[in-house]
């Protein structure tokens, strides 16, 4: 709860004050993450089989139709999105194949209108940042398609009402802010309904204990690093794709962890779990401007996609 006073609205990710009083609790903004401890429960929890709860195992089923060809891969993805903070608004869109881990769209989104940063006024100047980010003329190996094309591409490559979409969050506003960007437009039959949509935040904390007090940290850049320490990806968050290939990452540990530990790949069992391996100054260096350029979206992304997803329903 945000600490300002006698307030009692949640807090705005890493801080410790809510949208209303961030600004007034602005020096807690961005609190340094110890991952220290979370390695600790991390690899305590690694010594023993997880259960699967049962919401996933429509994933399990469904990949082991898709791998003996019962089913094409498009019928079981990954979707993120990147959004104006501020608005709602659609700024990036990803999806991947859980099994193959083939891309099948990874696009900024072209508005016929100026971009919209409408909002409160500390939001709409970080919407502006963001916006700079998402849309620089330097990121190479992403497209850039209005809503007529994303429309076809989705249905070129299988999308449908039937695909099961996965997605990391609590809640389903990814899966949400896509389909009401198509519909929109007219495309409404192509994202499938809200059922077919599997948040994967709860399902894979359910094998993790607390951390001191507070609950295992999910946010995938906390999340990524301590089950694939070193790894290319870790820093790179806040990209669409990136942050669909370390779900895909983190859901084949999960699979691995829910196996009895004699089953596992060996990367898995509990005398392999890595250590987090040194960084350089010179792996820091590289990555800078990636993490820099996503610590907008690291505040806030979390707490306004859940106000957002509650707006779209009522």
């Known amino acids: 709860m945000c600490e300002y006073r006698r307030c009692t609205k949640p807090t705005v990710h890493g801080s410790k004050g809510c ?16 991952p220290r401890p979370v390695q600790e429960v991390f690899k305590s929890a690694a010594q023993e ?29 990954f979707l993120d999105n990147e959004f104006s903070i501020a608005s709602g608004e659609l700024w990036e869109t990803s999806i991947i194949e859980v099994v193959s881990g083939d891309v099948l769209i990874n696009t900024t989104i072209k508005h016929d209108q100026k971009l919209n940063h409408n ?24 497209e850039r398609m209005n809503v007529h094309l994303v429309a076809a591409r989705l249905k070129e490559v299988g999308i449908c009402r039937e695909t099961i979409i996965l997605v990391w969050h609590t809640n ?8 009401n960007f198509l519909d929109s437009s007219g495309y409404s039959d192509i994202m499938p309904p809200d059922e077919n949509c599997i948040p994967l935040i709860n399902i894979i904390r359910s ?11 999910m946010r995938l850049e906390h999340l990524f690093p301590v089950m694939y320490p070193g790894h290319e990806y ?14 895909r990452l983190v859901c084949e540990g999960f699979e691995q962890l829910c196996k009895p530990v004699e089953e596992r790949e060996g990367k898995w069992r509990p005398e392999n779990i890595a250590k987090p391996s040194q960084r350089s100054v010179l792996d820091w260096a590289k990555k800078a401007d990636d993490v820099q350029n996503g610590m907008f979206s690291l505040l806030f992304e979390s707490v306004l996609a859940d106000r957002l997803n509650r707006e779209l329903e009522a």
């Not at 506003?173 to 389909?179: E, H, Q, T, Y």
């Open 49 to 77: 089989k997880w259960t699967c709860p049962p919401a996933y195992n429509v994933v399990l089923q469904l990949k082991q139709k898709i791998s003996a060809g019962e089913q094409p891969g498009s019928r079981l993805v």
């Open 172 to 179: 389903t506003a990814d899966l949400k802010i896509l389909r």
């Open 119 to 142: 909002g409160i006024d500390f939001l709409s100047r970080m919407s502006y940042a963001q916006a700079k980010h998402i849309y620089s003329s330097s990121r190479s190996g992403i």
């Open 19 to 34: 949208e209303q009083h961030i600004l007034k609790l602005k020096n807690t903004v961005g609190r340094k993450f110890d």
């Open 234 to 247: 870790v820093g790179l968050n806040h990209a669409a794709l990136i942050d669909c290939k370390q779900t």
């Open 207 to 217: 094998g993790l204990a607390r951390v001191r007090k507070n609950l295992f940290p």
